[in-house]
């Protein structure tokens, strides 16, 4: 039987995780908290970040649909399926600004998308590193997000000349790019 809502997945790879200082001078988070008292401080998080961006009057809707705040004090906001257009690396300081009441802001990272290919006829004597290594050297506009991994596990790839890899590249490349 299907759906009769198609069910709509946030993009992790856009995850903004905001890491602030261990030495919190208001102790509001501390790792000693229970998961509650952390899920009440991301929900406080999550409604100032979405205001603060919809104040902003350059975004209309709130970006982020979730928030946690992790054991080691880190907060990371999800955004939602429909805020594809914003770049974060631009909002950086207002979401630095907007968090200063958690403490000390000291990093903000925007994970970056990831985008895999597959890559025929690999030689299966040569290692992943190496293989690693000689894309890096070959071609240096690919930055390579993971190391290369094999398709196939090693008992299948055994008999074999070559074989496949799974390439991941840190950015939203195109096929035809490469």
Known sequence: MPKLIVTNYPQPEREVTCFFENDNTNGSTQPEKTYAERQIL??????????????NKDIFLPPFIRACVTIRAAIIFTPGNDQNNIVYEDYITIIKHTL????????VEIRKRFSQFLL???????????????ITTNYPQ???????????PAERRKHKAASTIVMTQT??????AI
Request: charged fraction near 20%.
């Open 42 to 55: 991301a929900d406080t998080a999550l409604r100032k970040i979405n205001s603060a961006f919809v104040d």
């Open 100 to 107: 200063s009441y958690f403490g000390n802001c000291e990093k």
């Open 120 to 134: 025929h006829g690999v030689p299966t004597h040569l290692s992943t590193p190496e293989i690693s290594n000689s």
């Open 142 to 152: 690919l930055v390579q997000g993971q190391m290369p991994r094999w398709l196939t």
């Open 171 to 176: 950015s939203d490349i195109k096929k035809n």
